[in-house]
Each structure stands twice: as structure tokens, then as C-alpha cells.
């Protein structure tokens, strides 16, 4: 499974694909694939701070951004090319504040698994834990979060050999919640096309989230995709077909002539 940036295609429409929080552009390939397929170019950076769990417990989430931006800097092209960004769970967050702060330079914006909060009682356990770990005396005793049963996907395979970084800084938790926050208060800012896609079996952000954010954001078009059998990370889930679909068919309909599709 290969954790490295994809970068495929010239066409003159791109979509930026974004990653979650501990993942790599593994998470988001058989969507970048099939935008290829359907005559996109396709970009998927590794983000800020992902590396390895050291330099992510050392990036805020204004790294994670500044580098989706920059990303999306270069896959535009100074305007010679329209740009459709999509993000994956942390990555959506990431592309609902660049779609609020930048709605004229992007055609729509596709916002996967969107983790619009946690619940009380893990925010406070995490502004807990990353104080713990800020401190010179206490911070050895405080480790990282693991991921328990590994990634929130359906298919086994994906679970075993996922790239992912094995657990959870609480440092970037505590960054994640700052990022959480100042993309709620930008959803009504949000005003260009809009694809929600969620699993109905997410246990990391429950699949009324996905309701929450159709609510809240400005746009005049929101289109929702519930995945039936899927947890979270959807791009690998076992309805990823069906994701594949409903994302290039989207992304089509932003345009008035769709490109041709690349030969089988």
C-alpha cells in the first residue's frame, strides 16, 4: 500500500484530494484513480506534520492547512486550471475552511466522513492529556493514543496493512479541535456546490454529523451520499464503488463538458 503523494494528469480540471489526521494519499487512491479514469488531474499531498508521529505531535493544524493551500496553489496553476477540492475526514475540515475562505477560485468541494466534533467528554479528555504531555515532568508518562483494532474500516485487508501512522499525538488532537471550532463558525461561508459523503456505520464521526453540516453551510447545492455498510474511512470501505461513482458524477455535473474518459 503506497503512503506516497499521487500526482497524475494534465487536464485542464483538477481535484486536490486530501487526507485524514495520521493518514497518508493511501486513503483517498481508488478516488484519485477513478478521477483519473474520468479525465481529471488529480493531486493527493502528504500534509504537514504526517511524516511520523514526532514531527505530527510538533504541527498545529495552521501546517495542515498551509500546506493543502499550497497544494491547491500549485495544482490551480494561477487560474489557467478550474480545481475541485476533496477531503477525508480531518482533510474535509481542511476543505470546507479553504472552500469558505477561497470560494471564487474553486468549482465545489466533495467533504468525506466530516468530523465535525467529538463528544464532551473526549474534548476534555484530550485538552487533558495534551496539557499532560506539555509538561517537561509528565509529559514521558503520557504517550499517544493507539489506534485499538487499527483504522475505522470494513475491510480487514485495509485495517492490517494500512500506512497510517499507528496512533494518535493527543498534542494534534488538541490541534484538531482547534480546527474543528473555526470550521464550524466558517460553514455558513460555504457557498460553493457541495457533495456529502458519509458512512452510515462511522464510529469516529457519526453519521448524523454529516446532517449537521448539510444544515449549516451557505451553499445552494448540497447533495448528501449515505454509504450503506461503510465506517469511516469510505475511499477504502467496502462501498467504495459506489463512492467512486457518486464523486466523479459530481464532479462531471460542475462541468458543462465533462472530459473524455481515459481508455480502459
Do not use: N
Not at 13 to 20: I, Q, S, T, Y
Request: charged share 25%.
Amino acid at each position: 500500500m503506497d503512503p506516497r503523494p499521487i500526482a497524475r494528469g494534465d487536464a485542464d480540471v483538477g481535484v486536490l484530494l486530501l487526507h485524514g489526521l495520521t493518514g497518508t494519499p493511501h486513503e483517498v487512491h481508488p478516488l484519485a484513480d477513478a478521477l483519473y479514469d474520468a479525465g481529471y488531474a488529480v493531486r493527493a499531498p502528504l500534509l504537514a506534520g504526517h511524516t511520523d508521529l514526532d514531527a505530527l505531535e510538533r504541527s498545529t493544524w495552521r501546517d495542515w492547512y498551509d500546506s493543502a493551500a499550497e497544494a491547491f496553489e500549485r495544482l490551480r496553476d494561477g487560474g489557467q486550471r478550474k480545481v475541485v477540492v476533496l477531503g477525508f475526514s480531518m482533510g474535509s475540515l481542511l476543505t470546507l475552511r479553504l472552500a469558505a475562505l477561497r470560494a471564487t477560485e474553486i468549482a465545489g468541494i466533495v467533504a468525506i466522513s466530516v468530523p465535525l466534533r467529538f463528544p464532551w467528554w473526549q474534548r476534555r479528555a484530550i485538552v487533558a492529556m495534551a496539557k499532560l504531555r506539555g509538561s517537561r515532568v509528565l509529559r514521558h508518562a503520557v504517550g499517544i493514543l493507539p489506534k485499538d483494532g487499527g483504522p475505522d474500516i470494513r475491510v480487514m485487508r485495509e485495517v492490517d496493512g494500512s500506512p497510517s501512522l499507528e496512533g494518535f499525538p493527543y498534542p494534534a488532537l488538541a490541534e484538531m479541535l482547534a480546527l474543528q471550532a473555526e470550521v464550524a463558525d466558517l460553514l455558513p461561508h460555504v457557498r460553493v456546490p457541495t457533495l456529502l459523503v458519509h458512512g452510515r456505520y462511522d464510529h469516529t464521526a457519526p453519521v448524523e454529523l454529516s446532517a449537521e453540516v448539510s444544515q449549516a453551510i451557505g451553499s445552494a447545492r448540497v447533495e448528501r451520499e449515505i454509504l450503506p455498510r461503510s465506517f469511516h474511512g469510505v475511499g477504502l470501505d467496502i462501498d467504495r464503488e459506489r463512492a467512486c461513482a457518486a464523486v466523479v458524477k459530481f464532479v462531471d455535473s460542475l462541468l458543462l463538458s465533462p472530459p473524455p474518459r481515459k481508455s480502459p
